[in-house]
């Protein structure tokens, strides 16, 4: 089915895809894995929009996937180079504000995660 002409011609390419905007809230979310409906549930998308945004996220190596859950990628340089990421991420900052390095340092603990320090070893 094809959709109206007036809402194609006004929709902007500043809008967030689906694929950015699911990448943008497993990257703010990146503590933890989540499912295909949770995530939908949260960016207020159809599920079946974000079950076949992660299975494009997945084949670019930007999200990894086991079982039901969904994660972003631990890998930050690939992430970086995603176009949709810094337009994401510019999105996100205009409507919550960009973070605070200093704020988070002062809450950063003085120890490092034993994840990190077992790689040190």
Same mark, same amino acid.
């Given at each position: 089915?094809?959709?109206?002409? +007036? =809402?194609?011609?006004?929709?902007?390419?500043?809008?967030?895809?689906?694929?950015?905007?699911? /990448?943008?809230? /497993?990257?703010? #979310?990146?503590? &933890?894995?989540? !499912?295909?409906?949770?995530?939908?549930?949260?960016?207020?998308?159809?599920?079946?929009?974000?079950?076949?945004?992660?299975?494009?996220?997945?084949? &670019?190596? /930007?999200?990894?996937? !086991?079982?039901?859950?969904?994660?972003?990628?631990?890998?930050?340089?690939?992430?970086?180079?995603?176009?949709?990421?810094?337009?994401?991420?510019?999105?996100? #900052?205009?409507?919550?504000?960009?973070?605070?390095?200093?704020?988070? !340092?002062?809450?950063? =603990?003085?120890?490092?995660? =034993?994840?990190?320090? +077992?790689?040190?070893?």
């Amino acid at each position: 089915m094809s959709t109206d002409r +007036d =809402p194609f011609e006004r929709s902007s390419e500043e809008e967030l895809s689906s694929v950015d905007r699911v /990448l943008g809230f /497993l990257a703010t #979310n990146d503590d &933890g894995a989540l !499912k295909a409906r949770t995530i939908a549930r949260e960016i207020e998308l159809d599920v079946g929009a974000v079950s076949t945004a992660l299975t494009r996220l997945k084949s &670019g190596g /930007l999200v990894e996937h !086991k079982g039901t859950y969904w994660a972003v990628t631990s890998d930050e340089r690939r992430l970086a180079s995603h176009e949709g990421y810094a337009r994401a991420t510019a999105v996100f #900052n205009e409507q919550f504000g960009e973070e605070d390095r200093e704020e988070w !340092k002062e809450h950063a =603990p003085d120890e490092p995660h =034993p994840s990190v320090a +077992d790689e040190d070893q």
